[in-house]
């Protein structure tokens, strides 16, 4: 298991937060994801051998956000 903080780029109320969070722990491999609007950052617990940071990172630009 791997943990990554993701800053995040675009959220404005706790609607994207949520939506993000949503997002986040639908991925495959993601074991738990919690996203802060006040932080501007997404903290990701997930398996190495089903997903990726680059993976991830993917998702939340999908979503609509960036990442960094
Ligand atoms: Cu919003």
Do not use: P, W, Y
Request: charged letters at 40%.
């Amino acid at each position: 298991m791997k943990e990554v903080v993701l800053k995040i780029k675009g959220m404005h109320c706790e609607g994207c937060s949520t939506r993000l969070e949503k997002v986040l722990n639908n991925q495959d491999g993601v074991e738990e994801a919690k996203v802060s609007l006040e932080k501007a950052e997404a903290n990701i617990k997930f398996d190495e051998t089903q997903t990726s940071v680059d993976e991830l990172k993917e998702a939340v630009e999908d979503a609509g956000f960036e990442a960094e």
